[in-house]
């Protein structure tokens, strides 16, 4: 990649609606989209919402005090397993996997324990990257067809593939996906913990000022994006005005989004690129 390392080339044009991504590049096509960002509060919530995951972030992760510093690290991650060198993979695996390491907890009578390493987890937190971008993709431009998506899925698998995550855990194809997808969906319950860390999140009490003056309308999109009883869950309100609001402000993106010069759009995929270096 010319300005960054990678290996894998993004399309030097916007898509319009409709347009087939080329196969052969797949995740990489729809990865570097800035857009996605918008998803993030949404994943997290749904993340925070599955107790073995929500527990471990509650007790040690400092994700409410450094919250831009966690976003950076976690695509940083994502970034350099669709777009790096195998040094870089490995440079990231490395970090993450230090990361986790102190995240576990054995079951007592007060937890069922955790462990960032486990595996259902990591399948969990993977299925909500991927069905996030998915969502916030097609928002902007619109379905994709079923061979593209098709492509999308499979390569989202890496993300977890790369950790500890067994290949064959993967849901086989989106049909399988959909049944594990909304089948968690109807058991996930936020608790305590995780509400406790979702208001940190989306009320900051510090940071730069630009990030607090943007949370409004990133407290907006997140509740927009998250299903019924989970918005609830997360003490997110929500009525029959702010769909109206939502749907408009997805369709003024999809408008205005893909038209923006690629070096916006993918402004921040190639900075944290950047930041890791050639490793």
């Known amino acids: ?81 669709v777009y790096g060198t195998e040094g870089q993979v490995a440079a990231v695996r490395r970090r993450v996997n230090r990361a986790h390491a102190p995240v576990r907890r054995a079951p007592d009578q007060t937890s069922s324990g955790y462990s960032a390493f486990d595996a259902d987890s990591q399948l969990w937190v993977v299925a909500t990257l991927y069905d996030t971008a998915i969502t916030i993709y ?47 969906l109807q058991s996930l319950k936020a608790n305590d913990d995780a509400v406790r860390v979702a208001r940190g999140l989306l009320h900051p009490q510090g940071g730069p000022v630009w990030y607090r003056v943007v949370m409004p309308f990133a407290r907006f999109l997140t509740a927009g994006l998250l299903p019924d009883q989970l918005r609830n869950d997360f003490g997110l309100a929500w009525s029959a005005r702010h769909t109206r609001r939502f749907d408009l402000t997805m369709r003024s993106l999809s408008v205005v989004y893909p038209r923006l010069p690629q070096r916006i759009r993918h402004w921040f995929k190639n900075y944290c690129l950047g930041q890791l270096g050639t490793a």
Not at 14 to 39: Q, S, T, W
């Open 1 to 81: 990649m010319p300005d960054d390392g990678g290996t894998l080339p993004p399309s030097s044009v916007p898509f319009p609606l409709g347009y087939r991504v080329d196969m052969d590049r797949g995740l990489a096509d729809m990865g570097a989209e800035g857009i996605l960002l918008a998803g993030a509060g949404r994943a997290i919530l749904l993340q925070i919402a599955n107790p073995a995951v929500g527990h471990g972030v509650a007790e040690h992760s400092s994700f409410t005090e450094r919250p831009l510093d966690r976003l950076r690290g976690t695509l940083t991650y994502v970034y350099a397993v």
């Open 138 to 184: 097609e928002k902007i431009y619109g379905p994709l067809d079923d061979e593209t998506a098709d492509a999308m899925y499979r390569d989202y698998a890496r993300l977890g593939t790369v950790l500890q995550l067994p290949p064959a855990m993967w849901p086989a194809d989106r049909a399988a996906f959909a049944d594990y997808w909304n089948g968690r």
